[in-house]
Structure formats: structure tokens, C-alpha cells
């Protein structure tokens, strides 16, 4: 037997048995939810500054324009 036939059976007994309902529930909830929950914890700081900055320039372009406004029916 060859290298690669090896493999590929390897891989195709992976494959259905990553199919399967039970392994990816195990895989789901014991594999990617506790990193998608480490990341999360880890960028929601960066979320909230940004969410912020988005914040402050609509406030701020909204300020001009109203300046705008102003100073233009002023006269």
C-alpha cells in the first residue's frame, strides 16, 4: 500500500466520522464556542471605541451641519 492511499482512506474515515451528529455537537460546543467566548471577551473593548468614535463623528457632522445652517439663514 502506498503513502497516499493510506492518507486518503485516513482522511475519508475522518470525514464521516466528523459528519456525524454527535461529533459536531462536541465540536461545536467544546471546541469553538469557548474560543469564539475567548475572542469576544478579548475584542469587545476595541468594539466599544470604535462604537464609540462611530458615535462621536455622526455627532460632530451633525453639529457642523447645524452650524452650517445657522450661519447661513443668519444673514
Given at each position: 500500500m502506498s503513502f497516499n492511499i493510506?492518507?486518503?482512506k485516513l482522511l475519508a474515515s475522518m470525514k464521516e466520522?466528523?459528519?456525524k451528529e454527535e461529533n459536531i455537537d462536541v465540536i461545536r460546543n467544546d471546541i469553538?464556542?469557548?474560543v469564539v467566548e475567548q475572542i469576544?471577551?478579548?475584542m469587545?473593548?476595541?468594539f466599544?471605541?470604535?462604537g464609540a468614535i462611530f458615535i462621536a463623528v455622526i455627532v460632530v457632522i451633525f453639529i457642523i451641519l447645524?452650524?452650517?445652517i445657522k450661519i447661513c439663514?443668519?444673514?
Amino acid at each position: 500500500m502506498s503513502f497516499n492511499i493510506v492518507v486518503n482512506k485516513l482522511l475519508a474515515s475522518m470525514k464521516e466520522e466528523l459528519q456525524k451528529e454527535e461529533n459536531i455537537d462536541v465540536i461545536r460546543n467544546d471546541i469553538i464556542k469557548p474560543v469564539v467566548e475567548q475572542i469576544f471577551l478579548v475584542m469587545y473593548p476595541y468594539f466599544i471605541c470604535v462604537g464609540a468614535i462611530f458615535i462621536a463623528v455622526i455627532v460632530v457632522i451633525f453639529i457642523i451641519l447645524f452650524l452650517n445652517i445657522k450661519i447661513c439663514y443668519s444673514k
